[in-house]
């Protein structure tokens, strides 16, 4: 099923192509320069972004990382480390908010 969204996705940029060639180049060599080795390593960087895809809650972006992660060599170890530190990630943004928003609010 997930398979299927990553297809249709990238359908879509075909079509995005052809609407707005210059734009969705721009795009696709932009991600092409972010995801490519630099200081981090491709899999380091895929980790990442499949962390932002979980705390975005981007169903397709989290399989699409998550794939392209494993690819890159991740181990179901690393991806899994990669979500948890994720989810203290999303705890923490929600603490902090809520601390520095409402909690100044109520006193």
Same mark, same amino acid.
């Given at each position: $099923?997930i398979n299927d969204k990553? &297809?249709?996705? +990238? %359908?879509? *940029?075909? %079509?995005?192509?052809?609407?707005?060639?210059? $734009?969705?180049? /721009?795009?696709?060599?932009?991600? =092409?320069? !972010?995801?490519?080795?630099?200081?981090?390593?491709?899999? &380091? +960087?895929?980790? *990442? /972004?499949?962390? *932002?895809?979980?705390?975005?809650? %981007?169903?397709? !972006?989290?399989?699409?990382? $998550?794939?392209?992660?494993?690819? +890159?060599?991740? &181990?179901? /170890?690393? *991806? $899994?480390?990669?979500?948890a530190v994720a989810s203290?990630?999303?705890? =923490?943004?929600?603490?902090?908010? =809520?601390?520095?928003?409402?909690? %100044?609010?109520?006193q």
């Amino acid at each position: $099923m997930i398979n299927d969204k990553v &297809t249709a996705y +990238k %359908n879509e *940029i075909l %079509n995005l192509k052809q609407s707005m060639p210059e $734009m969705a180049e /721009a795009y696709h060599h932009f991600t =092409g320069v !972010c995801f490519r080795e630099g200081e981090l390593d491709e899999k &380091t +960087k895929q980790l *990442i /972004a499949l962390g *932002i895809g979980l705390f975005a809650n %981007n169903e397709l !972006c989290t399989f699409y990382h $998550m794939e392209e992660a494993r690819s +890159k060599g991740a &181990t179901e /170890a690393e *991806i $899994m480390e990669a979500v948890a530190v994720a989810s203290a990630a999303s705890a =923490g943004h929600a603490l902090s908010q =809520g601390l520095t928003r409402v909690q %100044n609010h109520l006193q």
